[in-house]
Nanobody, 130 residues
């Protein structure tokens, strides 16, 4: 059974950092595209970052470039999202997702789109206070 489980969310002050973790079950993260998304209250789910299995390429939405870093831990079958210099606009539920049909992020360097991903975690809340 394919499952994704996020963790690491919480409450942080503006300027602070968090590292989100995504544990994968039922498949190997080293073989497929993994993306991070977020959804703020009343807003559409937004693609944040994507990592390709084919060559390790990474892509980010403009609002997080230079602040967020996506990485893979193939030994532990995890994907991380390191988030630095957080601001209140980053407040959202964060989701990791997998596309088990691709090894490379679609449409580079564009940020991921939710319809391109088949499997989703339950999400983890990130709240940034001002």
């Amino acid at each position: 059974e394919v499952r994704l489980v996020e963790s690491g969310g919480g409450l942080v002050q503006a300027g602070g950092s968090l590292r989100l973790s995504c544990a994968a079950f039922g498949f190997t993260v080293d073989d497929y595209v993994i993306g991070w998304f977020r959804q703020a209250p009343g807003k559409e789910r937004e693609g944040v970052s994507c990592t390709s299995a084919s060559d390790g390429s990474t892509y980010y939405t403009d609002s997080v470039k230079g602040r967020f870093t996506i990485s893979r831990d193939n030994v532990n079958n995890m994907v991380y999202l390191q988030m630095n210099d957080l601001n209140p606009e980053d407040t959202a539920v964060y989701y990791c997702a997998a596309n088990l049909m691709r090894r490379s992020c679609p449409r580079p360097p564009a940020a991921p789109l939710k319809y391109e991903y088949d499997y989703w975690g339950q999400g983890t809340q990130v709240t940034v206070s001002s």
